[in-house]
């Protein structure tokens, strides 16, 4: 397949990880101390994930999983929330806008979390998205929707519980390999490296079972500043790091 030239310098690396994890953290700081209201650091954060999003791409990342809402979101004022799907929406507006230009980047576009509770509007055009995105393979941008880690465990052993209650499986049947299968992420690689900007140092019910073995990666820089460097400087650590997974 033919792709696009990258508008980019693209670096190159010995190593890329397959799977990398991006929690967008830092928006509301970074509005803070600009004197402006959280919602324009959203905005600005919006963009920022555009710029990464496309240079994942065409560096030619397998997966890049971002985490936009998440289950505990919710408990954020109603007007910061409605900011959030605004700023989706466009998102979906113009990927449905730039099918063509998706399509030669090779970029699968999906969703992970529970979305039947967001707009309907939305949720029809999440799904024509993931339908036309369907079968390119170059990089899956992958945004997390209301999404919870737990949340997402506790999908997948509900439906395991309902089929060995109705004798499709025994408890026998119950490996890692089959609580996987019910993620949200069946198809894609255990996540290898995850960015957390903002200077905190924690997880927030992001991916919980896919970053078991997880490089990470921290930085004090709010995620409205987040630029290509960085997101180099995240890949040259983990092209440093020297993955045991347990062994020696
Ligand atoms: C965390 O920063 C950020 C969020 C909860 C929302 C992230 C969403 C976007 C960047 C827009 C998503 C849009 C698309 C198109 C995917 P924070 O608000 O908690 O920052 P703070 O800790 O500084 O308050």
Redesign the pocket.
């Known amino acids: 397949m033919k792709f696009m030239k990258s508008k980019f310098e693209l670096q190159s690396f010995d190593v890329l990880p397959r799977h990398v994890g991006v929690?967008?953290?830092?928006?509301?700081?970074?509005?803070?101390q600009r004197g402006l209201e959280?919602s324009e650091?959203?905005?600005e954060?919006?963009n920022?994930?555009?710029t990464i999003c496309e240079y994942a791409c065409d560096l030619g990342i397998e997966c890049i999983t971002?985490?936009?809402?998440?289950t505990e979101?919710w408990a954020?004022p109603e007007l910061?929330i409605k900011g959030?799907m605004s700023?989706?929406r466009?998102?979906?507006l113009e990927a449905l806008d730039r099918k063509k230009e998706n399509e030669e980047k090779g970029m699968r576009i999906k969703f992970i979390g529970d979305v039947s509770r967001i707009d309907k509007e939305l949720q029809k055009m999440i799904k024509i998205i993931e339908k036309q995105s369907a079968k390119k393979t170059r990089t899956v941008v992958n945004?997390a929707?209301n999404y919870g880690g737990k949340q997402e465990l506790v999908k997948s052993f509900r439906e395991i519980a309902e089929d060995i209650e109705k004798g499709r499986l025994s408890s026998a049947d119950v490996t890692p390999e089959l609580i996987e299968s019910r993620l949200y992420t069946p198809d894609f690689p255990a996540c290898d490296l995850i960015i957390r900007p903002?200077g905190?140092y924690r997880l927030s019910n992001f991916l919980t079972w896919q970053s078991a073995y997880s490089e990470f990666w921290f930085s004090d820089i709010?995620?409205p500043d987040f630029t290509i460097d960085n997101f180099n400087e995240a890949l040259r650590a983990y092209e440093q790091r020297n993955r045991r997974f347990g062994g020696i």
Do not use: P, T
């Open positions: 929690i967008m953290d830092g928006n509301g700081r970074w509005a803070k959280r650091g959203h905005k954060g919006a920022v994930f555009r971002f985490y936009a809402f998440s979101n954020r910061e959030i700023l989706l466009s998102y979906l945004i929707v903002s905190e709010l995620w």
